[in-house]
């Protein structure tokens, strides 16, 4: 799972998560939103059921190919209040087939729709949309397709369009930075595992009115307080508290590590140890992209993540303090097999999974994003979530590892037209047996 997502990287340009934690982040597998840095087969790792196709070989230029989005469809005003997207309205989208979907782009698309399956058919859809039985037929379908995978999509699938289409995307990637497993010269700074006094409350158990809201902290007395902030963890509060997963040897690479949620980190001797996510201190996330904009120590061009780390490296000290502004802290635990996972539990894939907000897409769907940008456009499945992936048509991209991952992540900022693939049928059904709160699908023009 993406802890605070990417906001060209997201969670460094804007203010997330608050101390409220959502409720998959007490419960999800392991990451990534998110981020931060949250966590997917890297394209080179074979999955479970298959290996994932290779990465595009020919990687588009750091600077993005400008595109002509296609028109999202007229629809009707969102509903106030509404929280899911069957309440936000439908539209029926445009036939499959009439998308520009590539091969290579559909092969990916179809691998990791085929892998997300098995949570598909059983998890509890919160968008409203679709049952585990909905999906049925076309996960059957999936196990046993050979041949061209864009058809698959032509004849298993539908899309529609929630609320006005209006889609926003960023992107995320798999760091690698320096880092060994015992502590050394040049590699001092702390990964930390989860501390043993850090306790996560439901707050559920008190009052229904705060179902599915937690909070994390720390007994100081007979008192529960907040946890410790970034600055009193970087001056030592863990000590005697929380075990040490490696060392880092760049105290900013390992912040926005953080960022992402999980990454890589590589000794001299070769050796790589992957970490992910296994923890928060419950602080608020602060964007200190926005926060370094609003001050005016960004100019134009510099809001990338290449900026802002140009930017910390040229005033260290400064640099220091405002990235201990954001009082969020995230604690790792080493991870082995495939990885790093998504939301979903299973490894999520670069050029091919996205970060989105569950209560509008469902987790495991593919979705198709025409964007003002080309490396944006295409067909993306939804295998993750993120502390700042929120809203409908708000989606996290995922490209990887290596320095083309981080380059095209770092400057990911497109603007276009979503369209979400659901079963064939499922549009019938949402009108034949919609409850009151939600909208009807509205049929093309």
Same mark, same amino acid.
């Given at each position: 799972?993406?802890?605070?997502?990417?906001?060209?990287?997201?969670?460094?340009?804007?203010?997330?998560?608050?101390?409220?934690?959502?409720?998959?982040?007490?419960?999800?597998?392991?990451?990534?939103?998110?981020?931060?840095?949250? &966590? !997917?087969?890297? =394209?080179?790792?074979?999955? %479970?059921?298959? @290996? +994932? /196709?290779?990465? #595009?070989?020919?990687? &588009? !230029?750091?600077? =993005?190919?400008?595109?002509? %989005?296609?028109? @999202? +469809? /007229?629809?009707? #005003?969102?509903?106030?209040? !509404?929280?899911?997207?069957?309440?936000?309205?439908?539209?029926?989208?445009?036939?499959?087939?009439?998308?520009?979907?590539?091969?290579?782009?559909?092969?990916?698309?179809?691998?990791?729709?085929?892998?997300?399956?098995?949570?598909?058919?059983?998890?509890?859809?919160?968008?409203?949309?679709?049952?585990?039985?909905?999906?049925?037929?076309?996960?059957?379908?999936?196990?046993?397709?050979?041949?061209?995978?864009?058809?698959?999509?032509?004849?298993?699938?539908?899309?529609?369009?929630?609320?006005?289409?209006?889609?926003?995307?960023?992107?995320?990637?798999?760091?690698?930075?320096?880092?060994?497993?015992?502590?050394?010269?040049?590699?001092?700074?702390?990964?930390?595992?989860?501390?043993?006094?850090?306790?996560?409350?439901?707050?559920?158990?008190?009052?229904?009115?705060?179902?599915?809201?937690?909070?994390?902290?720390?007994?100081?007395?007979?008192?529960?307080?907040?946890?410790?902030?970034?600055?009193?963890?970087?001056?030592?509060?863990?000590?005697?508290?929380?075990?040490?997963?490696?060392?880092?040897?760049?105290?900013?690479?390992?912040?926005?590590?953080?960022?992402?949620?999980?990454?890589?980190?590589?000794?001299?001797?070769?050796?790589?140890?992957?970490?992910?996510?296994?923890?928060?201190?419950?602080?608020?996330?602060?964007?200190?992209?926005?926060?370094?904009?609003?001050?005016?120590?960004?100019?134009?061009?510099?809001?990338?993540?290449?900026?802002?780390?140009?930017?910390?490296?040229?005033?260290?000290?400064?640099?220091?303090?405002?990235?201990?502004?954001?009082?969020?802290?995230?604690?790792?635990?080493?991870?082995?097999?495939?990885?790093?996972?998504?939301?979903?539990?299973?490894?999520?894939?670069?050029?091919?999974?996205?970060?989105?907000?569950?209560?509008?897409?469902?987790?495991?769907?593919?979705?198709?994003?025409?964007?003002?940008?080309?490396?944006?456009?295409?067909?993306?499945?939804?295998?993750?979530?993120?502390?700042?992936?929120?809203?409908?048509?708000?989606?996290?991209?995922?490209?990887?590892?290596?320095?083309?991952?981080?380059?095209?992540?770092?400057?990911?900022?497109?603007?276009?037209?979503?369209?979400?693939?659901?079963?064939?049928?499922?549009?019938?059904?949402?009108?034949?047996?919609?409850?009151?709160?939600?909208?009807?699908?509205?049929?093309?023009?």
């Amino acid at each position: 799972m993406r802890i605070f997502g990417g906001l060209a990287l997201a969670g460094l340009l804007g203010a997330c998560s608050s101390g409220i934690v959502p409720p998959e982040a007490g419960t999800r597998p392991v990451p990534t939103r998110p981020a931060p840095t949250r &966590p !997917a087969p890297v =394209p080179e790792r074979p999955a %479970p059921g298959g @290996a +994932l /196709p290779e990465t #595009p070989a020919n990687l &588009p !230029a750091r600077q =993005p190919t400008a595109a002509t %989005p296609l028109p @999202a +469809l /007229p629809a009707a #005003p969102v509903a106030t209040g !509404a929280t899911t997207a069957a309440m936000a309205g439908l539209v029926a989208g445009p036939a499959i087939e009439t998308l520009p979907i590539t091969p290579d782009n559909a092969k990916r698309a179809l691998a990791a729709f085929k892998l997300s399956c098995p949570g598909l058919l059983r998890r509890t859809d919160a968008s409203g949309l679709t049952s585990g039985t909905d999906w049925t037929n076309a996960c059957a379908a999936a196990a046993s397709w050979s041949g061209d995978a864009a058809p698959f999509f032509a004849q298993w699938f539908e899309t529609v369009q929630v609320g006005n289409g209006a889609a926003f995307a960023t992107g995320y990637y798999e760091p690698e930075i320096a880092g060994v497993r015992e502590r050394r010269s040049g590699y001092d700074v702390p990964v930390y595992g989860v501390p043993d006094n850090l306790i996560e409350v439901d707050l559920g158990l008190f009052s229904d009115a705060l179902r599915g809201k937690r909070i994390r902290g720390r007994v100081d007395g007979r008192q529960f307080v907040p946890y410790y902030d970034r600055t009193q963890i970087e001056q030592g509060a863990l000590e005697g508290h929380a075990p040490v997963v490696a060392w880092a040897a760049d105290p900013i690479e390992m912040f926005f590590l953080q960022v992402q949620g999980s990454g890589r980190l590589k000794g001299p001797d070769g050796q790589v140890l992957r970490i992910g996510y296994a923890g928060q201190n419950g602080r608020d996330y602060t964007g200190i992209g926005k926060l370094m904009k609003d001050r005016g120590l960004l100019g134009p061009g510099q809001t990338s993540m290449q900026g802002i780390v140009a930017w910390l490296r040229e005033h260290p000290e400064e640099g220091r303090a405002i990235m201990r502004e954001n009082k969020s802290f995230v604690f790792f635990k080493e991870l082995t097999g495939a990885g790093p996972l998504g939301a979903m539990g299973y490894p999520v894939a670069g050029w091919t999974s996205v970060a989105a907000d569950p209560k509008f897409i469902p987790l495991g769907a593919p979705l198709f994003l025409s964007m003002d940008r080309t490396d944006a456009t295409g067909l993306w499945v939804a295998q993750d979530t993120g502390g700042a992936i929120k809203g409908a048509n708000r989606v996290d991209t995922f490209w990887g590892a290596g320095e083309d991952a981080r380059a095209i992540a770092g400057g990911m900022s497109a603007r276009g037209t979503a369209w979400l693939l659901l079963p064939k049928g499922t549009v019938a059904r949402l009108n034949a047996s919609r409850p009151p709160a939600t909208q009807p699908v509205i049929p093309q023009p």
